[in-house]
Structures are given as C-alpha cells and as structure tokens.
C-alpha cells in the first residue's frame, strides 16, 4: 500500500524567500502525486498533480514540483513566496488504478513580512 | 455550477447522537468521496462512489457510519451513536468519469462531540 512522509511539519520563511516543502512516497507500483493546498476552515484545492511525461510539474500560484523517482520524492518549491502563501501544503499520492489516495500529514507554511 | 458543497459547515452534537452529514457534488462528476481529516492529520479515506455505487470502503468506516448516494446525485454520510473520537473535519470531493484525479473537494463539514 502507498505512503506519505512530509519531512517537515512547520516550515517559517520570510517575504519574497523561496521555499521547498519536502515529500516521500512509498509505493511497490507506479503512482500519481499530487499537492493539495488548504486555507483555514475550507477544503483542499489542487496546486499541481504528476500522472506522467516531464518529471518537472508547474502548477497554480507559481508553485513547481520535481518527481525523482530514484528518491521517490516529489518536492514543492516556490522561487518567492508572499504572504498569502500562509497555509496548510498536503502531498498526496494515489496508486496505479486505485480509487482513494493518501495524504501527508501536511505542512505548515508561514511567511513572515 | 459553484462546486463541492457540503452542508452543515459545522455540527456540535452531544455523545451518543446521530448526525448525518450532506454533499452535493459537480453536477457532471459521477465519482464522489468522502474523507475525515483530524486535526493535525492528512485526509482520511473513507469511502467511494461511483454513481449510485458504493464500491470501496476504509476499515476507519465501523459499523456505526453509513453512507449513500441515491440515484447517484447528492450523497448523505450518516454516523450513529457519535463518540468523542468521531470530532473531525469531515471532507467530500467529486471527480468526472475522464478526469479521475481531479478531485474538487467541498469545504467540509466541521463535527464537534461533545
């Protein structure tokens, strides 16, 4: 069964910095990634997903993620966060023809002015 | 269309109630699903419809939730004799037949047990 590890549950970083939120997956099959963004009292909304083709993804907001498949890793980045980047950050993934997909504990960006 | 909506957004209800929670996906999105999210916790899956089919279930679902979809449109998660453990966010997301990932998911249904 697939797995989720976000490596950091609370990532601070200041105005117009940029910032790398970290994911592993784990999966003996081919997998679908994803990263879900969530504001306070409201649901998830799709930043970006990898189904296939360039391992490079770009997403809304300015946000990008690499799949490393060797590392089993789809990590996001952001060359110049703003303010209203303060959220919650889900990594998901999904396997191959399967009909639910596994979250990450998430991780907490805060931007500081 | 304005998306996902959930109904109640939230629900404080003493232990032992029942409460049913509703969803009411995308028009057009023939695959429905529901997740509990605690807090500081990724999404939880729970179950999945596709139309009016329930076709997979959690183990996280006991015995005392039950959810349907009649005629596959809005969906209803019901969960009987609440207990402490059951507070959480409770989330559902829609998807159509030819995007199977894009999930749109609802602003959840904020359940309190007290």
């Known amino acids: 069964a697939q797995s989720v590890t976000q490596l950091d549950s609370q990532v601070p970083v200041f105005e117009e910095a940029p910032v790398e939120l970290r994911c592993n997956y784990s999966?003996?099959?081919?997998?679908?990634l994803f990263w879900y963004v969530q504001y306070p009292n409201q649901g998830l909304q799709l930043l970006l997903k990898y189904l296939s083709g360039s391992t490079l993804v770009k997403g809304i907001n300015g946000f990008e993620a690499e799949f490393n498949k060797s590392q089993t890793s789809f990590h996001l980045r952001k060359p110049s966060v703003h303010i209203s980047d303060t959220a919650e950050y889900f990594c998901a993934v999904s396997e191959f023809d399967n009909n639910d997909m596994r979250f990450g504990a998430g991780t907490r960006l805060t931007v500081k002015p | 269309d304005t998306g996902v909506s959930q109904d109640p957004r939230h629900k404080i209800t003493k232990r032992g109630q029942n409460v049913t929670f509703r969803c009411d996906p995308i028009?057009?999105?023939?695959?429905l699903y529901w997740y509990r999210q605690t807090l500081g916790q990724g999404p939880e899956f729970l179950t999945y419809f596709q139309n009016e089919a329930q076709l997979e279930k959690s183990r996280l679902l006991s015995d005392r939730f039950s959810a349907e979809r009649p005629k596959g449109s809005f969906s209803t998660l019901e969960i009987q004799r609440t207990e402490q453990g059951d507070s959480a966010m409770y989330l559902c997301?829609?998807?159509?037949?030819?995007?199977?990932?894009?999930?749109?998911f609802g602003s959840g249904t904020r359940l309190t047990v007290v």
């Open positions: 997301a829609s998807t159509p037949t030819w995007d199977r990932y894009g999930y749109t």
């Open positions: 999966s003996s099959v081919s997998v679908y």
């Open positions: 028009s057009e999105h023939n695959r």
